[in-house]
């Protein structure tokens, strides 16, 4: 054991803490989301609300699109971070039940970047351009909610008049959605 | 077949304990007792010093399942007296077909205890102390009296933390600070034994890119076009469970919910006309269940302990040396294949690349002349810091809305919002690494 | 009351059996078929010296279930036993260490069946048809190397795996005898293995069904959605088409032409999933289905042209496929298709035109199998089962063939041969990762014991002297077997007529002399973590050899425990 400690002294010396603390340390989740948040760019559109500002893995986005088809609505997305972040992805979930082809009615989102994709380099930024993309660009060949997404697919007219009554507090095809109206 | 004939009993030399000398431990003795081929002799000196070693250090072991039990049964056959063992689950009967230190009847039984009253009872030698718990609910005091830990765990969080907390407890001034932290892992005829010198050589955190994400599917895909059987137990398991029974707790032990998501899973492949799904499989898909067998964790135990006895003894080059191998990669299924290779440190590891520096503060002072001070510091120069403990978020500069939440704390005295000694993380959007700085008041 | 209606839970179905529940981390690896024949199994371990790798081989073993198990063993469990050996207990000393150590072993498996018999090996192997009831033997070393040979002969005869290990200090090294044609079907490929998917050569069935997917697909006729998901090996049909159609006829070969390929898929669309698949397994994916060496020396091998009326399935099975692969220069089609990004229907669809295919192939192969069994008289009780020949074609490109060779049994006063591998072995000794040198260091260390031992006599046992066992023959004995050791390196130059020169010479020299020097300390005591990682490294290939699945080490595998690595030697 001795032979530790003399290599150890033989590498450079730092002038690093001294002394034992007792107290808990900064998790390396919470390093990498603290740095993350740093470097998070949020347009006007977008803004983040944490119930518990000491909790910073946990946390709400609110996205409002001021361009295409969901123009004009408030969208809550609801972010859970592990310790195991960033060898395990956020969760990320729609609060409100809403019409879309890639986010069924449970408010899972099928973005890539969330399951099948994700990697320990990816971070938060990605994951909210991401969110920001599903909404100017809905996708209609990976879609969760099926019905939306054929909508889309065969009439996109139809489609845009779906969107603007669901997100008015309409239904659609006998499913009722939230009202995410501003 | 059997014997018919007993030798004439031998009269045991005590009752039992061996108290008269170290005739039990001979082999291990004869070896430590002459200079081998890889030893230094400024650093091993044959004989007293490397026995006493053994006998002295106290070790813990993390977990005691299908690596835990062969750690244990290792080390104390190895001459360790002193072992602690932490465990937080109980038995099941998956695992009596590697777990030797288990039987029928102990099913149901919490791992760490019955694992260490086994040992002990055929070791009678070993004193071994379990705790069955969550590493996460012991303190720096606790982890400081060990002086190497082994780990046999199969998650990965838990590498990380038992990992930060060894490399942070790490005191320049306190040789005994230094715990080495021997970890090893197993998937079927596959495992890997890596030997960390925290601060010294690469760590977990380092080395976190050797675990493979789990491979997952796309939720669409599950969702709308599922091809294989695993799509549709993933659907039952993820959507349909959601949507029909939000309510309860899914139980990955309970035979019902497990047969309700593979009756789910079942109709719904046979709606697509795909073939394959079953009651094994399903449970296999939703408890991600890893194969697991003796022989392989049988390697990757012993070649754990191996280091640790190594490490302690001195009495022959070590997995860990920085600059040299610290990594062994095993894999059996195709004849037997080691690649034992030096995994690099990184500099902008979050866990070892930046250790917490000191910082005097005047606890008079507030939180916002801190941040001031930290735009001017040389090393950082950060003109818009996020600053937080491992409880608190102290200023956030960004996003807005922390920022907003947070401002107040600016005007605050440093004593109402950090304790003499209290690390905080300190990071800025403009810079890859995050400080850390360890509060010392004047 | 009775008219209540409680919630009934649905009734529970396919839930596994208690013994599938114990054993479930196991059977996801070998199967049902891997668990019948470790339960059908006998094993024999003829224990010696400290004996503690034999004893954690059988720990490996009896937890998943081998059938049963035998100790020959005539030691008495003295106190050093008690330090290194987990099946031992306080109250075992002085009793027979096979009976204890079957004892404590059996706690761990109320399934398995354990024996000890506790007279001396030599009479035992002196006796008839000794080895008959086993199906695998372990020997442990220190033996006397007269014996080890008898042992040897009876293993060739029976045809019985037979493992000869070391376990001294921080070293350890096992040699497997198999039978001298030992073929393994089911190897367990890596799941990152590429199957034949036969793009290069599509039949019919699968041309059609990638002109259908992909009509339309240049005329832009196809919507985004449809686009997105034509499955990427109809889409690499396509564009094979249309290079075929720009360069004379001819395929995407060499690694210029498929880089140049993979630009025209990638014309096809920037960035959908399905095109990204496609482009990524041009390199992989478009080469000819040649054999690889392992395959072609199965269907070269006297047993697969020599067939006769008792040729075991596996040549009669080989010789058939050989067949099939003179007639259409491609092996049997395996009929697996990768996950890819497709719509539902069209990958059922895709997956049923290659399980057509290979079972047209298949059916083929059994006819080959049938006619092979009429020309060679094979009687009806012998006939070849048809999901054999079913699997044999599923596996056909991961076949594996080993060639057991005999153990290289040191004799007194004899020169160490390596005979058809000193060329080989002697190249391992400039190789700087090679355990060659260890491997040298445990023949000088068998040298040693065969010249040194007393003559079998006295009380019906033979005392063998492990070097460094005594309290002062540490220097001596590291000497002398360094010295033997060296003896054997320069033969095994000589007889590979090579020249080693220096300072390579004496670095090689200088390395030997290290292991023999760390084996003496030792004093042939075994170190429980090694013997315990060689017990494990045992256990897996005896697990290999009875369930005939994965690929087993040929034959010999050599343990490090200072440099924490492992080595295998053909020897």
């Known amino acids: 054991m001795l032979k530790i400690w003399s290599m150890k002294q033989q590498q450079q010396k730092s002038d690093a803490a001294s002394g034992q603390t007792k107290k808990k340390k900064v998790t390396a989740a919470q390093l990498r989301v603290q740095k993350d948040l740093s470097e998070l760019a949020l347009p006007g559109t977008m803004k983040t609300v944490f119930p518990n500002p000491d909790d910073i893995l946990n946390f709400t986005l609110t996205l409002t699109p001021d361009e295409g088809l969901y123009k004009g609505g408030v969208f809550n997305f609801t972010f859970a971070i592990t310790q195991n972040f960033p060898h395990e992805p956020p969760k990320v979930k729609c609060k409100e039940k809403i019409y879309h082809p890639n986010i069924d009615l449970e408010g899972n989102v099928c973005l890539n970047i969330l399951r099948e994709d994700w990697k320990p380099v990816l971070n938060l930024n990605a994951v909210i351009v991401g969110l920001q993309f599903l909404f100017l660009e809905p996708n209609a060949s990976d879609p969760l909610n099926k019905d939306a997404a054929n909508d889309l697919m065969t009439d996109r007219d139809r489609f845009k008049r779906n969107v603007r009554s669901a997100m008015a507090g309409g239904a659609v095809k006998g499913e009722t959605f939230d009202r995410v109206m501003k | 077949m059997a014997a018919t004939m007993q030798p004439e009993a031998v009269a045991p030399t005590t009752n039992g304990h061996n108290s008269s000398g170290r005739a039990r431990w001979k082999y291990m003795d004869t070896l430590l007792s002459r200079p081998g081929a890889y030893t230094d002799p400024d650093d091993f000196v044959p004989g007293a010093v490397p026995i006493g070693n053994v006998e002295q250090s106290h070790v813990l072991v993390i977990g005691a399942g299908g690596l835990g039990c062969e750690i244990l049964k290792n080390l104390a056959l190895s001459g360790f007296k002193k072992i602690d063992v932490i465990d937080m689950d109980t038995i099941d009967v998956s695992n009596l077909n590697r777990q030797f230190l288990f039987r029928e009847k102990d099913v149901g039984k919490p791992k760490a205890s019955v694992a260490a009253e086994f040992v002990m009872q055929r070791v009678p030698s070993c004193k071994i102390t379990p705790y069955v718990g969550k590493i996460q609910d012991k303190d720096e005091d606790y982890y400081m009296q060990f002086n190497v830990v082994v780990c046999g765990l199969d998650s990965i969080e838990a590498r990380r933390w038992i990992n930060a907390t060894l490399v942070g407890m790490v005191d320049e001034n306190n040789p005994d600070s230094l715990k080495p932290l021997i970890d090893g892992g197993t998937e079927g005829f596959k495992g890997q034994s890596r030997v960390i010198l925290p601060t010294m050589t690469s760590c977990i955190e380092c080395q976190l890119d050797m675990h493979a994400p789990r491979a997952a599917v796309p939720l669409c895909t599950l969702a709308t076009i599922p091809r294989q059987p695993q799509h549709c137990i993933e659907w039952a398991h993820i959507i349909k469970w959601e949507e029909e029974r939000k309510d309860l707790v899914l139980d990955t032990d309970d035979p019902e919910h497990i047969t309700w998501l593979y009756e789910k899973a079942l109709s719904r492949a046979q709606e697509y006309n795909i073939s394959g799904v079953t009651y094994s499989m399903t449970q296999g898909v939703v408890k991600n269940i890893i194969p697991a067998i003796a022989s392989t964790n049988a390697i990757v135990a012993a070649s754990s302990c191996n280091e640790a006895f190594k490490i302690v003894t001195s009495s022959a080059t070590f997995l860990g040396n920085p600059g040299l191998n610290n990594y062994m990669l095993y894999t059996g299924d195709s004849g037997v294949y080691t690649y034992t290779f030096e995994h690099q440190k990184k500099d902008d590891c979050p866990v070892c690349g930046n250790l917490p520096k000191d910082m005097l503060l005047n606890p008079e002072s507030t939180l916002g002349e801190l941040v001031e001070s930290l735009a001017e510091r040389p090393e950082s120069q950060l003109k818009k810091p996020n600053l937080r403990t491992e409880e608190k978020t102290l200023y956030y500069s960004a996003p807005a809305s922390l920022e907003e939440s947070t401002r107040p704390n600016l005007k605050r005295k440093l004593r109402e919002l950090l304790a003499d000694g209290e690390d905080f993380a300190v990071s800025d959007g403009a810079f890859d690494i995050t400080f850390r700085y360890t509060v010392r008041y004047t | ?571």
């Not at chain 3, 040979?149 to 029976?158: S, Y």
């Not at chain 3, 067949?323 to 229907?345: C, E, I, N, R, W």
């Not at chain 3, 042939?524 to 369930?547: D, M, R, W």
């Open chain 3, 1 to 571: 009351m009775a008219t209540d209606v409680q919630y009934v839970p649905p009734p529970l179905q396919d839930i596994p059996t208690a013994k599938e529940k114990k054993y479930d981390r196991q059977l996801r690896l070998w199967g049902a078929s891997g668990q019948i024949a470790l339960e059908e199994t006998h094993i024999l371990l003829i224990n010696n010296g400290p004996g503690v790798t034999g004893v954690e081989t059988l720990k490996n073993l009896v937890l998943p279930g081998v059938g049963q198990f035998t100790i020959l063993d005539s030691t008495v469990v003295s106190e050093a036993d008690l330090g290194v050996n987990f099946f031992l207990e306080d109250a075992s000393l002085g009793k027979f260490r096979a009976a204890e150590t079957v004892r404590l072993l059996m706690e761990l498996n109320p399934g398995v069946q354990g024996y000890a018999v506790t007279e001396p090996l030599e009479t035992f192997i002196a006796q008839d048809n000794v080895f008959a009831p086993y199906n695998l033997i372990l020997v442990t070393a220190p033996i006397d190397p007269t014996v080890l040979a008898q042992i040897q002969t009876h293993a060739q005869t029976l045809q019985i795996p037979t493992f000869y290990i070391h376990c001294v200090g921080y070293y350890s090294a096992f040699s497997v005898l198999l039978p001298p044609a030992f073929p393994i079907v089911d190897t367990h490929p890596d799941q990152t293995a590429t199957t034949d998917l036969r793009l290069l050569k599509p039949w019919p069935a699968l041309v059609q069904f990638a002109k259908e997917k992909t009509a339309g697909l240049e005329e832009g006729k196809l919507n985004a959605q449809e686009k997105a998901h034509v499955p990427w090996v109809c889409l690499l049909l396509h564009y094979l088409e249309q290079w075929k159609e720009e360069h004379d006829g001819k395929l995407p070969e060499s690694y210029p032409e498929k880089t140049e390929f993979r630009k025209l898929v990638r014309s096809g669309d920037p960035h959908e999933e399905n095109f990204d698949e496609a482009c990524a397994a041009v390199l992989k994916s478009l080469n000819p289905p040649t054999p690889d060496s392992s395959v072609r020396e199965i269907f070269n091998a006297p047993e697969t042209q020599n067939l006769d009326a008792t040729s075991p399935p596996f040549w009669v099975i080989a010789n058939a496929i050989h067949q099939f692969y003179t007639t259409h220069k491609q092996l049997p089609l395996p009929g697996a298709v990768p996950d890819m990004k497709a719509q539902s229907a069209d990958y059922i669809k895709l997956q049923n035109i290659y399980k057509t295919k290979a079972r047209e192939d298949c059916a083929e192969v059994l006819e080959n199998v049938r006619k092979l069994e009429k020309n060679t008289s094979r009687s009806p009780k012998l006939a070849i089962d048809n999901k054999e020949v079913e699997n044999f074609c599923k596996g056909a490109a991961h076949i594996h063939l080993v060639r057991g060779r005999p153990f290289q049994v040191v004799q007194a006063g004899q020169p160490v041969r390596f005979g058809d591998r000193a060329k080989a072995m002697a190249m391992e000794l400039t190789m700087p990762e090679s355990l060659i040198g260890l491997h040298i260091a445990f023949l000088a260390w068998d040298e040693y014991i065969a010249t040194h031992s007393s003559p079998a006599s006295e009380a019906g046992g033979q005392a063998l002297k492990v070097p460094g066992s005594g309290v002062d023959d540490f220097e001596s004995d590291t000497e002398k077997v360094t010295g033997i050791a060296h003896t054997i390196l320069d033969g095994l130059i000589k007889e590979a007529g090579t020249f080693v020169e220096d300072p390579e010479y004496s670095d090689v020299k200088a390395k030997v002399g290290e292991f023999c020097l760390e084996i003496v300390r030792a004093g042939g005591g075994e170190l429980h973590n090694i013997a315990s990682l060689t017990g494990g490294l045992v256990a897996q290939e005896v697990i290999k050899a009875i369930t005939r699945q994965y690929v087993p080490v040929d034959n010999t595998c050599l343990f490090d425990g200072v440099a924490s690595r492992t080595g295998v030697l053909r020897i």
